[in-house]
């Protein structure tokens, strides 16, 4: 049976449902108008599917393999249109964070904040983040393990907000390659907050000689499925029109015309279980 959410999370009160939620989007703000579309497509698909929908995209890219890779479009642009879609389409929106500054800075703007998986034990960030009243997503580290992230969710409670969720996104295995290990979502559930598997950037093979990510877009609907059958709560993906053309992780991102399918199938397989 999937797991039974602890549902103290206001933005996430439709989960009583019984069916999965969705973080998606581009993986950065690129421009002015088409996280609009993006924002506007997958809410029509989920809205058909009653499956719960957040928004997602960086304001700003701060881990970059070159230094030459796109970081954004300003962070004030970026967090603007971040809240005109919040209010355009009615969604919750999340977006990642860096520093203390940063969380302070786009609380203003969104409704969750996002731990970086390699800040997920910045205790001065993850604090900080609570402090906000935001709900914070922590994405699991990739040299972390599924009962380790404990102590990340201690931290933010310590600030008196309950509003957590913890997030898969796949270990190190190797220089540059991940691995999903399933094990890491009950671990992660014991915690009493919801859990989500990232799929896209589970599927990341980092660190190329390039300098640009790389990945298995091929295996994201292997991946999905086999998550929703473990019992996960929520499902994180990038996606684009034209992930070849993207001008960030464009290498693991689902192609967006895909998704209502892929979609499809993970409601049937949750609603198997």
């Known amino acids: ?21 969705l973080l998606a989007g581009p993986c950065v703000i690129e421009d002015e108008t088409s ?15 009653a499956i ?6 960086s304001y700003r890219k701060a881990n970059r393999s070159s230094a030459h890779s796109f970081q954004g479009i300003g962070d004030e642009n970026a967090l603007k249109i971040l809240a005109e879609i919040r209010e355009q389409y009615q969604v919750p ?32 960030l993850l604090q900080a983040a609570g402090r906000t009243g935001k709900t914070v997503n ?19 409670r310590e600030t008196g907000n309950p509003n957590i969720l913890l997030t898969e996104r796949g270990s190190t295995f190797g ?14 559930q014991k915690t009493g907050v919801p859990v989500i598997l990232d799929i896209t950037h589970s ?5 190329q000689s390039s300098g640009v990510t790389g990945g298995r877009p091929d295996l994201i609907a292997t991946i999905a499925k086999a998550g929703i059958a473990a019992g996960v709560d929520g499902i994180f993906l990038e996606t684009h029109p034209e992930p070849a053309k993207a001008k960030s992780d464009g290498a693991n991102m689902l192609q967006i015309d895909m998704l209502e ?3 499809e199938s993970l409601v049937r397989i949750r609603k198997a279980l």
């Open 93 to 124: 929106v999340v977006t990642d964070v860096h520093s203390v500054p940063e969380a302070e800075m786009a609380a203003a703007y969104v409704d969750i904040l996002q731990i970086p998986a390699f800040l997920c034990r910045q205790t001065d």
């Open 1 to 21: 049976m999937p797991h039974q959410v602890i549902h103290h999370i206001p933005l996430l009160k439709h989960l009583e449902s019984g069916n999965f939620f």
């Open 52 to 57: 719960p929908f957040v928004f997602k995209a």
């Open 261 to 263: 399918g892929l979609l």
């Open 138 to 156: 922590i994405k699991k580290g990739q040299f972390v393990s599924g009962e380790a992230m404990q102590f990340a969710v201690e931290k933010v």
């Open 175 to 188: 220089y540059n390659d991940l691995v999903v290990d399933y094990r890491n979502i009950p671990a992660m």
């Open 35 to 49: 996280p609009f579309a993006i924002a506007a497509f997958i809410k029509k698909i989920t809205d058909r599917l």
């Open 203 to 207: 599927l990341q093979q980092p660190n």
